[in-house]
């Protein structure tokens, strides 16, 4: 399995309930290494560019409403098979529907309110990297 990265976004939620320092600290635990940190504000285009192939979904208002309303702490991550496995270790969208031990399952209230975000592809999360994180601010 080859070493690759991740995108992730602690989403308001989780900054405002304190649960960064919990939520980093399972991911290092679960064998990712963190290339890039930030503590950051999307503004509304941010946040309508970033999730612009939801646009036609009727969350999308409220989607962008959630997504700028506070900091986000974003990262890039490394680890083998990283996408997959990162996504493995949120669990799925919905909370009600996440594994145990997942960190939705643990801190996210809702399907829209789901603390943390997860890249699902190498593509995208080359993309969704760049988009937060300059060349030099990625090590
Ligand atoms: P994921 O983040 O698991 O890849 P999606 O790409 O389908 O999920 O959705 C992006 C984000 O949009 C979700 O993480 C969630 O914050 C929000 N979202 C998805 N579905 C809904 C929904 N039915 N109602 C409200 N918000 C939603």
């Known amino acids: 399995m080859a070493t690759n990265r991740t995108f992730t976004m602690l989403k308001p939620d989780a900054v405002e309930k304190g649960h960064v320092g919990a939520i980093l600290e399972k991911i290092n635990a679960s064998g990712f ?8 504000q999307m503004t509304t285009a941010d946040a309508q560019a ?20 506070g900091p986000i702490v974003a990262a ?10 990162f996504r ?17 399952k643990l801190y ?18 080359a993309i969704e990297s760049a988009f937060h ?6 090590f």
Do not use: C, Q, W
């Open 33 to 40: 290494r963190i290339v890039a940190l930030k503590l950051t």
């Open 50 to 69: 970033f999730y612009a192939i939801h646009k036609e979904r009727p969350f999308f208002g409220e989607l962008v409403e959630y997504m700028t309303r």
């Open 76 to 85: 890039v991550l490394e680890k083998d098979n990283a996408v997959e496995d």
């Open 88 to 104: 493995t270790l949120i669990g799925a969208t919905n909370p009600a529907d996440a594994a145990e031990g997942t960190i939705r």
């Open 108 to 125: 996210a209230a809702s399907i829209g309110e789901n603390a943390v975000h997860g890249s699902d592809s190498d593509e995208n999360a």
């Open 133 to 138: 994180f300059s060349g030099r601010e990625m």
